[in-house]
């Protein structure tokens, strides 16, 4: 999905305003989602920890929405508190990564030389792991926990940034504004903040929110296999675990948190997708006439 | 072009490879076994009698048998032995079944046995203080075992799987693991793994013919894995299904459920080493606060029986033998205030000088209702104002060894033998006493225990021994378990057994 060939998305585009429409409708999905997570702990019904054996294995219904799991919690509550969990953690993933990878791509890329030299082949170090593999070795030896996923998963997710960065600030180095900021005095750090990072914020950000789902994707995976957060917390990943065992008695307690990880790394990746058409120079020239 | 054809010989290559491997299997007779019940984790893993656990895979498997066996009432049968007889208290004389040969060919006869039983007691870890072996005669058929002191329940160690009688000139081959042996049994193993052994038929058992060709025993640490094994038909039979996937077998026509209560025992080890482990009030609070109903009715889908102490009802020193208390939060969170824990800080957690009240929970996957045990602890402990901190590990052996816990959950079966010793030997006073539980008057009892020969002073002796344990709150029981076999319906000969360890015999058949 993230790999997308810029023309393809045209066929969907029927006019520069539906793109419009389409961002403004998917970030209020976004804003929404991000608003349930957020209010997670006032909005559910039932206490998402509370064990009641007498409950337990409830088919959906109008008492549990979602039914409950083996242990009698209610899955719908459940899923709402691990959205705060799955959502927020993933947020704070995309930020770290985007924020280290962008920062070391610019300097790579404004720098060159050396340092260029240097860090560059520390991140191919990196891209060469795959990246799943790395971060699983990672969480082995740091142990279980979400702070522990996500720093693993931050350890091999940088490089993707820090490579198109630099890119991107090589393109922009020599470019006449660039050379007409240097003759006006501006120094380094104000050249870098104030010239180079606006005018590469936009493919950052595209491949920040693309990278949302996929964040999301993994850092379940890993709770899913026990390294992520660890029980009774809920996460969605987790959750279908706890549930596979019991998936052809109670289907409920992996099918509902699956649907979660579906519709929340749907949103997001249309978001990006759209973000991307509507910051595309193609469609903006248009945007322009 | 050059490519092309190297892909087209590649792929002519696996498919030939494969069609190998579909031709055979002609009119064989093989059977698929599929068990959570062999694993490196477990400590049965290999068939070496003489390590660890590892003769129960033996026995399990229909490789080794040992000199005496039990029936389906617990009571101890002759197997490989025909006859016993106790000379004076130190002395026991057996004789020996005739035309018994080993896989390896040679003949058992009492020399061979002797060689096998003193290498047992020079390196096993449980064997030599259960049996107290002097030293051993052999003539013929005859074994005499001479005791260092008297040794009433001799005979029923015998029938322990450590005391799986292999031939040692043989010996073992491969280690740990990979141990192979020569046993007696209805089938040798062919190729020995921690994760598989492929089993051939002992065309020279004495036991009559054996009917099924082959077999393979899997292991699964998986029980969804387990269970999809089973519905496709990779494998014909499991042991070790999780409880809550019986209702997919159950009423289906094509398959056969076979379970009986065993005393196989979900219990806990408090660690005295730990320091608010010491306090027992908190161990006290800690038993009070877990529902054993409910976990063993819910949970376990009513497969599992609420245990009191360390021996089911079956037994006259079982469960109504002994008091200790029950399912009792506001009882529990009293004790913790009578100690000092309080939650102060409103966070729902009892604490005490800044420090709150956290116990580590050691725990194991394979047995896969002890990980959920430790989820509804976590949250029944809860309640009362335990934090638990689950540590759910294959290496939960490293962790137990080193001390690493509050509360170590694990389960055995506490009378294999049919006796009551073997739980207090082994797990009290002997080496997997990981808690370092410590009482001279257990310990006095326990060698009393050792030494009684009388059935009913055993029977009192047992019931005295796990009312002190209860009452130092030393450790905790918390359901005594049935043990399940499921097959497809036309296997057949294959039953669950109460001691736990017989399940591939010779009666095996797949029609």
């Known amino acids: 999905m993230t790999k997308k060939k810029r023309g393809s998305s045209s066929v969907y585009r029927t006019g520069t305003d539906s793109v419009k429409i389409r961002l403004i409708v998917l970030t209020v999905l976004a804003a929404l989602l991000l608003l349930t997570a957020l209010c997670a702990k006032y909005i559910c019904p039932y206490d998402p920890y509370e064990q009641n054996l007498l409950l337990a294995k409830q088919p959906p219904g109008p008492e549990h929405l979602l039914g409950t799991d083996r242990y009698g919690r209610d899955m719908f509550s459940r899923i709402l508190i691990a959205g705060t969990t799955s959502i927020f953690s993933t947020l704070i993933l995309v930020s770290i990564t985007t924020v280290t990878g962008t920062f070391v791509g610019i300097i790579c890329g404004w720098r060159g030389g050396f340092v260029d030299a240097f860090l560059m082949r520390i991140s191919d170090l990196f891209l060469a792991f795959p990246s799943l593999v790395f971060a699983l070795a990672v969480a082995g030896v740091l142990g279980g926990g979400v702070q522990n996923a996500v720093l693993a998963l931050a350890v091999v997710s940088w490089p993707k940034f820090a490579r198109l960065a630099r890119g991107l600030t090589l393109t922009q180095k020599e470019a006449p504004y660039i050379m007409a900021a240097r003759l006006s005095g501006s120094s380094t750090p104000a050249l870098l903040l104030r010239h180079i990072l606006p005018n590469i914020a936009g493919p950052v950000l595209v491949t920040a929110v693309l990278d949302i789902g996929t964040m999301m994707m993994e850092l379940a995976g890993l709770s899913f296999l026990g390294l992520g957060v660890q029980p009774p917390a809920a996460e969605w990943g987790s959750m279908i675990n706890e549930g596979r065992s019991l998936l052809q008695i109670a289907p409920w307690m992996s099918l509902a948190p699956g649907a979660a990880i579906f519709v929340t790394v749907l949103i997001f990746n249309l978001l990006g997708d759209t973000l991307r058409d509507y910051l595309d120079p193609e469609h903006k020239k248009k945007r322009g006439k | ?511």
């Open chain 2, 1 to 511: 072009m050059k490519k092309k054809f190297i892909a087209a010989v590649l792929a002519g290559a696996v498919m030939i490879s494969g069609l190998s491997v579909s031709v055979m299997a002609d009119k064989e007779k093989t059977f698929v076994y599929g068990t959570t019940g062999y694993s490196e984790e477990m400590g049965d893993a290999g068939l070496n009698p003489h390590d660890n656990y590892s003769g129960w895979s033996a026995l399990r498997y229909g490789v080794g048998e040992t000199l005496f066996k039990y029936n389906d009432n617990m009571e101890v049968e002759p197997w490989l032995a025909t006859d016993y007889e106790f000379v004076d208290d130190t002395t026991v004389k057996i004789t020996l079944r005739d035309g018994v040969k080993f896989s390896s060919g040679r003949t058992m006869d009492a020399q061979a046995v002797k060689e096998c039983l003193e290498n047992l007691v020079k390196v096993h870890d449980r064997a030599p203080s259960d049996m107290k072996i002097d030293y051993i005669d052999a003539d013929g058929l005859t074994l005499t075992i001479y005791t260092t002191e008297p040794c009433p329940a001799i005979i029923n160690y015998l029938g322990d799987p450590y005391g799986a009688i292999i031939d040692m000139e043989y010996g073992v081959q491969g280690e740990g693991g990979n141990a192979n042996v020569a046993g007696t049994g209805p089938y040798i193993a062919e190729k020995v793994t921690p994760t598989q052994i492929d089993l051939v038929k002992n065309e020279n058992y004495w036991g009559g013919d054996v009917k099924v060709d082959k077999v393979t025993v899997k292991s699964f640490s998986d029980g969804s894995a387990l269970t999809a094994a089973l519905q496709t038909g990779d494998i014909q039979g499991t042991y070790g299904l999780q409880y809550d996937n019986y209702a997919l077998f159950d009423g289906n026509p094509e398959y056969t459920i076979n379970s009986c209560a065993t005393s196989r025992c979900f219990f806990g080890q408090f660690n005295f080493e730990s320091e608010i482990m010491q306090d027992q009030n908190i161990r006290k609070a800690i038993e009070m606060g877990i529902d054993k109903e409910g976990f063993c009715s819910v949970i376990m889908e009513g497969r599992g029986l609420p245990a009191k102490a360390a021996f089911p009802d079956s037994f006259s020193y079982g469960n109504e033998a002994v008091e200790t208390v029950s399912y009792d939060p506001e009882g529990a969170k009293k004790l913790l205030e009578e100690s000092g824990w309080k939650d102060t800080d409103g966070d729902g957690y009892a604490d005490k000088d800044g420090q709150k009240l956290t116990i580590d929970w050691l725990t194991y996957p394979t047995r896969l209702e002890q990980p959920k045990l430790a989820e509804y602890a976590q949250a029944t402990l809860k309640e009362i104002g335990i934090d638990v901190v689950v540590n759910n590990t294959s290496d939960h052996m490293t962790y137990a060894a080193d001390g690493n816990f509050d509360v170590y959950v694990s389960s055995t079966t506490t009378a294999p033998t049919g006796d009551p010793e073997y739980f207090f030997t082994s797990t009290v006073v002997g080496p997997k006493n990981y808690g370092k539980y410590e009482n001279k008057e257990v310990t006095a009892l326990t060698e009393k225990l050792h030494q009684a020969f009388e059935p009913e002073e055993r029977a009192k002796l047992a019931t005295e021994l796990q009312q002190k344990i209860l009452d130092d709150d030393g450790f905790f029981f918390v359901s005594h378990l049935n043990m399940g076999i499921v097959t497809k319906s036309n296997v057949k000969g294959m039953a669950a057994h109460p001691c736990d360890y017989y399940e591939i015999t010779a009666d095996l058949d797949v029609e």
